[in-house]
């Protein structure tokens, strides 16, 4: 059997694109475990062969049994499954992200909204997801969600590839706070931190880094109303130099408490641990999972995550749950911890 990945999120242009972050969690690191033949790329079309993988502007692949569509939604993408699966392909699509559930303040519900994008958008979106032979989602509630509206749904959680990252050791010199993400992806999860991050960084002397920046975006220190001069940052980068980005000490996950917010893995937390990062997170379900697990802590209200941060800033508290997080994720969700789950997915016969 062989499977075709195809996805519209990649980095960069041929020949030098890459898997932005959904595609590298849910396309390419699940057919590095595969035991199939399987390729990766953007994908490629023939009336004949149905669907191939495209892996660079002049070739497609074709002949896979099995297709994984991820963040596929064009307008012409309902007509070519129904024709893919006539010729017998069967067809996966993996959901990674509540897109229903995004508010106006993440750049991603104009970018996906109908009215907006009547090429590729939401509304495209969920035909794909009806005419899917098989759904993979990534957490709980995207199960429960589309157990509703479908029959064949099955959940595997993210897993992190360990060896894209190096374990910080921890210093005993100052530590630097950090974030990780996009300003403009957010739904509102920055907002919290206006209400004590600012003041905590004057009263402790503190600098914050803040890893993918985007220039066309809002500065994070403009965003949180933090002094420009205690924040630095590092560049939005391609997934294979995503690790060497993570230049802080102690890493922040403020999450608003929304449906969109609820359906999201706690991979951002993973990424910290495997990178000897710890961290507070809101108390979303994924990572109350994570915590309970040993790796995190949680905090609600200002006054929480001030505390938090400030057990933190002890050295040998910091060490301690660094290696507590480290053994947490190195051992329970690591991609290969996870291959067992994928390839279950890849040999599941639903469509029989």
């Known amino acids: 059997m062989a499977i075709g990945f195809i996805s519209r999120d990649f980095n960069g242009v041929f020949p030098n694109i890459s898997p932005a972050g959904c595609t590298y969690y849910r396309c390419y690191l699940p057919m590095a475990v595969c035991q199939q033949r399987s390729r990766l790329g953007l ?19 074709f002949g896979f049994d099995v ?31 509540f897109h229903d559930g995004l508010t106006p303040e993440n750049k991603a519900y104009h970018v996906t909204d109908p009215e907006l994008n009547k090429r590729a958008n939401r509304d495209h979106y969920n035909e794909v997801i009806e005419r899917a032979d098989l759904l993979t989602v990534s957490t709980p509630f995207l199960l429960s969600h589309y157990m509703e509206q479908h029959p064949h749904v099955v959940m595997v959680r993210n897993g992190v590839n360990l060896h894209q990252f190096e ?26 931190l206006r209400d004590w991050l600012p003041d905590f960084l004057e009263e402790h002397d503190l600098q914050f880094h803040h890893a993918g920046h985007d220039p066309d975006s809002p500065s994070f220190a403009e965003v949180v109303g933090i002094n420009p001069q205690r924040v630095t940052t590092s560049p939005i980068v391609p997934i ?29 937390g993973l990424e910290y641990a495997a990178a000897g990062i710890p961290f507070v997170a ?21 006054e929480e995550w001030r505390l938090q941060i400030e057990n933190l800033l002890d050295y040998k508290t910091r060490k301690r749950a660094a290696a507590i997080a480290y053994d947490t994720v190195s051992h329970n969700w690591t991609i290969e911890s996870r291959a067992e789950e994928w390839q279950h997915v890849f040999t599941r016969e639903v469509w029989v």
């Open 67 to 97: 297709i994984v569509l991820k963040l596929i939604m064009d307008r012409w993408a309902p007509k070519q499954m129904e024709l893919a699966k006539s010729l017998g392909q069967k067809l996966i699509v993996d959901i990674d992200d």
């Open 282 to 302: 809101s108390p979303l379900p994924e990572y109350r999972l994570l915590a309970d697990n040993g790796a995190g802590f949680l905090a609600t209200t200002a």
């Open 240 to 268: 294979y130099e995503y690790a060497a980005n993570l230049k802080f000490d102690i890493g922040i996950v403020p999450l608003t408490d929304i449906p969109f917010n609820e359906a999201k893995s706690n991979i951002k």
């Open 43 to 61: 994908p490629a079309w023939d009336s004949d062969r149905g669907y191939g993988v495209m892996e660079s502007s002049k070739t497609g692949l």
């Open 167 to 192: 374990k910080k050791k921890v210093s005993n010199r100052k530590p630097v706070l950090g974030w990780a993400g996009a300003v403009s992806y957010r739904n509102g999860d920055l907002d919290q």
